[in-house]
């Protein structure tokens, strides 16, 4: 017999919409308002459906320059990719062998994940005003007068701002690989040595392989991180802003339904990405499904 459902699970149910609701209703309610007619506001009830907005805001308002921001925020994006997975792979090798201050540097290298944003964007700041101050005050004496009257700031995307984004991404990119590799058959090397192999064929054509699917993964939090990022880089970033910071900066000038459409650019963006990440991470696990189940084969 099936036997109905208790009112503890319909009370449970109903408080798990409710609360889905309240989590992704605003994010919805932008996204359906981001659509408004040419008359349109900020509220509902939608005044028209169109795509004017969006046309808007990459015509530029006035404000921001849309395409400058959203280019300056892709670029930073690639690049802390970039640099998280070779980090953060090179970390999971080198930690799989006991060194002296392995425990320091790993408790050190996860610390920012307890830091609060904006203490590190803050610090991160300070410590490039003193460098700053440093150049301006000293290059002159080293008979580089130039630089120093003309020195404005290092601050800046690719400079305290990759910095600051990589305290955020660098330590889930290393968890993950401690992880992997606290799975890992070391036998697996061990025959591949036996082969004659190298130690970069080894990695190349046996360790790479295997843990590909959680690169990739390493990869998606790396840019998706550092694409949303606002309060690591609200002091860190330099003369320049990335797109969240200019969406944040456009709240209080804004009031149209441009600022709408900017915030559902920025989402389908992390969507896109988040997509791919787990198709190319679906693909990678069938191709090691099926060379393993040829290998199975070819033994038997």
Do not use: C
């Not at 015509?59 to 690639?78: C, E, K, M, P, W």
């Not at 061990?190 to 590909?212: K, M």
């Amino acid at each position: 017999m099936i036997e109905g459902r208790s009112k503890a699970f319909w009370f449970l149910a109903i408080f798990f919409g409710l609360y889905v609701l309240f989590l992704y209703g605003p994010m919805i309610a932008i996204y359906i308002l981001s659509f408004q007619g040419p008359q349109g506001g900020l509220t509902f009830p939608m005044n028209g459906v169109s795509l004017t907005w969006f046309a808007k805001l990459w015509q530029g308002n006035g404000i921001i320059d849309i395409g400058t921001a959203f280019s300056r925020s892709l670029g930073l994006g690639v690049t802390v990719m970039v640099l998280t997975v070779v980090i953060s792979v090179s970390a999971g090798m080198a930690f799989r062998r006991r060194f002296a201050g392995q425990a320091l540097l790993f408790y050190v290298a996860i610390a920012s994940l307890i830091v609060p944003s904006l203490i590190t964007s803050l610090g991160i700041a300070l410590e490039f005003r003193l460098l700053d101050d440093y150049i301006i005050n000293h290059f002159g004496s080293w008979g580089m007068q130039d630089i120093a009257d003309n020195w404005e700031t290092a601050m800046g995307l690719y400079t305290s701002g990759l910095g600051a984004h990589l305290t955020w991404t660098l330590p889930f990119g290393l968890l993950i690989m401690f992880a992997i590799f606290n799975r890992f058959d070391p036998r697996l090397e061990e025959a591949a040595r036996d082969l004659g192999a190298t130690p970069w064929q080894t990695f190349r054509h046996v360790v790479l392989p295997i843990i590909a699917p959680s690169v990739v993964g390493i990869g998606l939090f790396g840019f998706t991180l550092s694409w949303d990022e606002l309060a690591r880089s609200s002091q860190a970033i330099g003369p320049v802003n990335t797109l969240p910071l200019d969406l944040q900066g456009l709240t209080t000038t804004v009031t149209q339904p441009d600022i709408y459409a900017l915030g559902t650019v920025i989402s389908v963006v992390s969507f896109t990405v988040i997509f791919l990440a787990v198709l190319m991470i679906r693909i990678l696990q069938r191709r090691q499904a099926a060379q393993g189940s040829d290998a199975g084969q070819g033994m038997v």
